[in-house]
């Protein structure tokens, strides 16, 4: 059983930085993949970043590069978010997904992830 649990949003302006946490539960958890995605009010889910386990490699929505980063701690089976210069525009419901299956359709899809977390709610203010 397995459990994804995310934390480290709040109410921040523009400009400011978050990081963002995610916590695996389970005791052999061991992902393929892991990633965040955001989904803002009146709008679809949409690909932040993602992270395969086994070799580190990352990647970045067009919109995050540069701004935020993605990486893990093995020993914790967690996996963070920097969120630097943040902008209104990433004002967000942030989800941390989690796949244990192996997949050669890439990392942005939301289908290829079979573990979720419950969001957790970054609001930026100008």
């Known amino acids: 059983q397995v459990q994804l649990v995310e934390s480290g949003g709040g109410l921040v302006q523009a400009g400011d930085s978050l990081r963002l946490s995610c916590a695996a539960s389970?005791?052999?958890?061991?992902?393929?993949?892991m990633a965040w995605f955001r989904q803002a009010p009146g709008k679809e889910r949409e690909f932040v970043s993602a992270?395969?386990?086994?070799?580190?490699?990352?990647s970045y929505a067009n919109s995050v590069k540069g701004r935020f980063t993605i990486s893990r701690d093995n020993a914790n089976n967690t996996v963070y978010l920097q969120m630097n210069s943040l902008k209104l525009d990433d004002t967000a419901i942030y989800y941390c997904?989690?796949?244990?299956?192996?997949?050669?359709?890439?990392?942005?899809?939301?289908?290829?992830?079979?573990?979720w977390g419950q969001g957790t709610q970054i609001t930026v203010s100008s």
């Open positions: 997904a989690a796949s244990t299956l192996w997949s050669s359709y890439g990392s942005s899809l939301s289908s290829l992830y079979n573990y």
């Open positions: 389970g005791r052999t958890f061991r992902p393929y993949r």
């Open positions: 992270l395969n386990w086994s070799g580190g490699s990352t």
